[in-house]
């Protein structure tokens, strides 16, 4: 397969300095509300990337479910393969790619877990399907067939048929809490407009304009 000629020139927008809000927050609030209007599937994906004990990075797609100055917040089993490398490491990166506005924003930082009342209230916004979900899936072990899976959700829903459904130990959430963010917008001939927001020891974020 020849991918040499696999390509796109981005040509929608540029990005100037004048344009940034000097507060990274309230930038990436900007860019995420209109990934949101330009109806793009899934705008609240994010890579998440983690470090394992021996060095080896590893990603996952992730879905942020809030944010605001405290940080970005997603939720997992805390059993998983991406839980034990926080614990272990608690230095991650995440990246948004909004393909249809030739955008994407990175933030590197560091995740801790949330409190157990705040992974609750979220617990109980979600789909009945997906609270027994977080009750029957230990997350990243390895299993003979899918089939397990659903005898364990079908167990889980008896158990708790016609009863609220408690928020399990093993789930909840982690915040990452941001040192530094980068907004990067296409520009033809591969020249994009990188913008670099790193966090002082005052609380003040200096930016800079990196090269492509």
Known sequence: MDLANLRNEYTLNGLQRKQLQEDPFKQFELWFQQACDANLPEPNAMNL??????GQPTQR?????????????????????????????????LLFFWIGLQRQ???CGSADKISTMESLK???TRPRGS?????????????????????????????FHNQE????????????????????????????????????????????????
Do not use: M
């Open 165 to 212: 459904i408690p928020l399990p130990a093993s789930w909840g959430g982690y915040r990452v809490v941001p040192n530094s963010f980068e907004f990067w917008q296409g520009r033809e001939n591969r020249l994009h407009d990188r913008f670099y927001y790193t966090k002082l020891d005052n609380n003040d974020w200096e930016i800079r304009r990196l090269a492509p």
């Open 105 to 107: 924003v990175q933030i």
């Open 61 to 93: 797609i992730v879905l942020l479910k809030y944010f605001d100055r405290r940080g970005f917040v997603f939720f997992t089993n805390y059993g998983s393969r991406k839980a034990l490398q926080i614990n272990g490491n608690n230095r991650v990166s």
């Open 122 to 124: 979220y617990f109980t």
């Open 131 to 159: 609270q027994i979900g977080a009750w029957c899936s230990q997350q990243s072990s390895i299993i003979s067939s899918r089939k397990i899976l659903e005898l364990q959700f079908e167990e889980i829903k008896q158990k």
């Open 49 to 54: 990337a983690t470090v394992s004990p021996e």
